[in-house]
């Protein structure tokens, strides 16, 4: 299957993981836009550069017309209607929190573990850039990391069928070495 046929296979799948396929820092997604052999991967670099650089301005525009409680609220919103879309991962997950542990490391997590006696679940990406699709590394602010505090609380609290408080403890975006994350149960 060529690649532009599976992108339009991919229909339904959340445009942020379709667009993930293309993150920056992916050796080969890089590697095939370079090439010149390859016009049409070319073009989707250069339209994924641009929507980073327009989602950076918008971020810098919301930062200048909205007072910080309303930014916090839309990009929480924006991660918890992001996480919808793995809405049938996190179900299979559901009072399983383990298990969601156990596959996140495989997957994605330099650490994912659970305190039972705190209630408190830290979860540290294994990524040394942000995996966000929308961001642009150096031009999109770190406030946008509500964004994901609205995805975990979505996803751990569909797991745990609990409430949960999501604390983001270092960020890439605001100058760390990896995301890290504490969610409380509550």
């Known amino acids: 299957m060529k690649r532009k046929e599976f992108l339009k296979s991919c229909t339904g ?20 836009a370079a090439a010149p052999e390859n016009p049409e991967a ?8 641009a929507v980073q650089t ?23 919103s924006l991660g918890g209607s992001c996480a919808e879309h793995y809405k049938d ?8 929190l383990r298990g969601f542990l156990d596959y996140a490391r495989k997957e994605w997590a ?16 294994r990524s040394p850039k942000c995996v966000c699709p929308l961001v642009k590394q150096g031009a999109t602010p770190g ?12 996803a751990y609290s ?17 100058g760390g070495r990896r995301c890290s994350f504490r969610i409380r149960i509550v």
Not at 13 to 32: I, V, Y
Not at 143 to 154: H, K, N, S
């Open 42 to 49: 070319a073009a989707l670099g250069r339209k994924l550069d």
């Open 54 to 76: 327009r989602f950076a301005e918008l971020m810098g525009i919301l930062n200048r017309e909205l007072d910080a409680p309303a930014r916090e609220r839309i990009l929480r």
């Open 143 to 154: 406030e946008f990391c509500q964004c994901t505090i609205g995805w975990q609380t979505a």
């Open 89 to 96: 991962m996190f179900l299979k997950y559901k009072n399983n």
């Open 13 to 32: 799948m959340c445009s942020c993981a379709a667009f993930g396929l293309l993150a920056p820092g992916d050796a080969k997604a890089q590697s095939a």
């Open 110 to 125: 330099e650490e994912a573990s659970f305190d039972e006696k705190t209630g408190v679940v830290r979860v540290v990406d």
């Open 158 to 174: 569909t797991i745990t069928g609990k409430p949960v408080e999501v604390e983001l403890v270092d960020s890439i975006l605001r």
